[in-house]
């Protein structure tokens, strides 16, 4: 892999970290400053806010000034989110505590962008491995990210979480020097275009490997967030689990998604993404029927483990197919459409978890995913039905 492919795998560990740091302090956090108990995941939620809020100004820019002027932008950005979530636990303020959060969004908006970046610069035969290897970053910013948010959450703080939210500051720190140090811009393989090139985006959108690929990332990060989103409410405060095992159970599911990025763009060139995608259905099936079989520590571990699994083939598997659908000349327009979708259903998700955690519990709250799986499944059917119709074989859609 070339060297931008490191260097965008380094960068991902460190500024990937506001993501768990948040999903393990935020609905915790949240708990503490919020003004009724509803309003806890508040923080989980207006994260992805910020990511889609941000996702169409990114890719804009991206277009115009070049991917790493707004790499840079992005980490400077995740030092701001850390600095404003110091200052909310220094205060006891519930809507700052809000604001760093979609402040953090907004970072991690540009971070998804890594994976594009890392994919033009390698030959279009080594994409899938390229977003595989940068995703492989979330490894390490799995364990880091919570370890950091442990930094100021001891009983005995008197501004609970102040100093994890400095940790992130300086996390995001690292990433920005990384950036400036090792990513080159004219390593990119992909020529620029001129901007605003391409079809129409009603004539693009009309071929359904695009909606095939977007709703494999969508829904995969919708069912994903949901369920990880309610996941340390509903073992501390409703099946009384410690906050370690919490801990524990996120950072093992969050490895659980990006350990597999060892093997999965290997398994897309040998196997195809259909079939990629149809064992990320079954690892999603999977972990909603163990975590509606018990509330015990291993019920709660193997089936987010089923989940991290599930969303890196679904994600990884949309991420690749997607360029099989724009031309060169249309791909900042329709990356940014397709993290827009991802990203909003990801937020919709997160912000709903807790109220519908509230109000029906968790074992309703796992069959309100099935739905979104039987529709990508419909979506990825129609995509393999017309490509048989038109290749004439299986083996086109690889």
């Given at each position: 892999?070339?060297?931008?492919?490191?260097?965008?795998?380094?960068?991902?560990?460190?500024?990937?970290?506001?993501?768990?740091?948040?999903?393990?302090?935020?609905?915790?956090?949240?708990?503490?400053?919020?003004?009724?108990?509803?309003?806890?995941?508040?923080?989980?939620?207006?994260?992805?806010?910020?990511?889609?809020?941000a996702?169409?100004?990114?890719?804009?820019?991206?277009?115009?000034?070049?991917?790493k002027?707004v790499?840079?932008?992005?980490?400077?950005?995740?030092?701001?989110?850390?600095?404003l979530?110091?200052?909310?636990?220094?205060?006891?303020?519930?809507?700052?505590?809000?604001?760093?959060?979609?402040?953090?969004?907004?970072?991690?908006?540009?971070?998804?962008?890594?994976?594009?970046?890392?994919?033009e610069?390698?030959?279009?035969?080594?994409?899938?491995?390229?977003?595989?290897?940068?995703?492989?970053?979330?490894?390490?910013?799995?364990?880091?990210?919570?370890?950091?948010a442990?930094?100021?959450?001891?009983?005995?703080?008197?501004?609970?979480?102040l100093?994890?939210?400095?940790?992130?500051a300086v996390?995001?720190?690292?990433?920005?020097?990384?950036?400036?140090?090792?990513?080159?811009?004219?390593?990119?393989?992909?020529?620029?275009?001129?901007?605003?090139?391409?079809?129409?985006?009603?004539?693009?959108?009309?071929?359904?490997?695009?909606?095939?690929?977007?709703?494999a990332?969508?829904?995969?990060?919708?069912?994903?967030?949901?369920?990880?989103t309610?996941?340390?409410?509903?073992?501390?405060?409703?099946?009384?689990?410690?906050?370690?095992?919490?801990?524990?159970?996120?950072?093992?599911?969050?490895?659980?998604?990006?350990?597999?990025?060892?093997?999965?763009?290997?398994?897309?060139?040998?196997?195809?993404?259909?079939?990629?995608?149809?064992?990320?259905?079954?690892a999603?099936?999977?972990c909603?029927?163990?975590?509606?079989?018990g509330i015990?520590?291993?019920?709660?571990?193997?089936?987010l483990?089923?989940?991290?699994?599930?969303?890196?083939?679904?994600?990884?598997?949309?991420?690749?197919?997607?360029?099989?659908?724009?031309?060169?000349?249309?791909?900042?327009?329709?990356?940014?459409?397709?993290?827009?979708?991802?990203?909003?259903?990801?937020?919709?998700?997160?912000?709903?978890?807790?109220?519908?955690?509230?109000?029906?519990?968790?074992?309703?709250?796992?069959l309100?995913a099935?739905?979104?799986?039987?529709?990508?499944?419909?979506?990825?059917?129609?995509?393999?039905?017309?490509?048989?119709?038109?290749?004439?074989?299986?083996?086109?859609?690889?």
């Open positions: 892999m070339p060297l931008n492919v490191w260097v965008l795998v380094a960068a991902q560990a460190l500024a990937m970290c506001t993501a768990p740091f948040i999903v393990f302090i935020g609905s915790i956090q949240g708990r503490l400053l919020a003004p009724a108990p509803e309003y806890a995941t508040l923080p989980v939620g207006l994260v992805v806010v910020g990511t889609v809020l996702i169409k100004p990114a890719t804009w820019l991206m277009e115009r000034v070049g991917r002027r790499m840079l932008l992005g980490a400077l950005v995740g030092v701001t989110s850390g600095l979530g110091a200052y909310a636990s220094w205060q006891t303020s519930f809507p700052m505590l809000c604001l760093a959060a979609v402040i953090g969004g907004v970072g991690l908006a540009v971070v998804h962008q890594y994976r594009f970046a890392a994919m610069s390698v030959a279009p035969e080594m994409a899938g491995s390229a977003a595989a290897r940068v995703l492989l970053g979330g490894l390490v910013a799995a364990w880091l990210g919570p370890e950091v442990a930094l100021g959450s001891g009983k005995s703080e008197s501004f609970p979480f100093y994890s939210w400095a940790g992130l996390v995001q720190a690292l990433a920005l020097v990384i950036l400036v140090l090792g990513y080159r811009a004219k390593s990119e393989r992909v020529p620029e275009t001129a901007v605003g090139g391409g079809r129409p985006l009603k004539e693009i959108l009309a071929n359904p490997v695009v909606w095939t690929a977007i709703s990332a969508a829904i995969g990060y919708a069912v994903m967030s949901f369920i990880m309610a996941t340390p409410l509903s073992m501390t405060e409703m099946a009384g689990h410690d906050l370690d095992d919490a801990k524990r159970v996120i950072q093992l599911h969050i490895m659980a998604m990006y350990l597999p990025s060892l093997i999965s763009g290997w398994l897309i060139r040998v196997v195809g993404i259909p079939l990629m995608m149809t064992t990320g259905l079954l999603y099936l999977g909603i029927l163990l975590a509606a079989s015990s520590f291993h019920h709660y571990l193997w089936a483990l089923l989940l991290g699994v599930g969303w890196n083939f679904l994600f990884v598997g949309g991420t690749t197919l997607l360029p099989q659908g724009y031309r060169q000349s249309e791909r900042f327009r329709v990356q940014g459409l397709n993290d827009m979708m991802v990203f909003g259903a990801q937020a919709t998700a997160a912000l709903s978890a807790g109220a519908v955690l509230a109000s029906v519990g968790w074992a309703t709250l796992l309100v099935v739905p979104l799986l039987v529709l990508h499944g419909v979506l990825m059917s129609v995509w393999l039905i017309s490509s048989n119709a038109t290749a004439g074989g299986p083996s086109s859609p690889r």
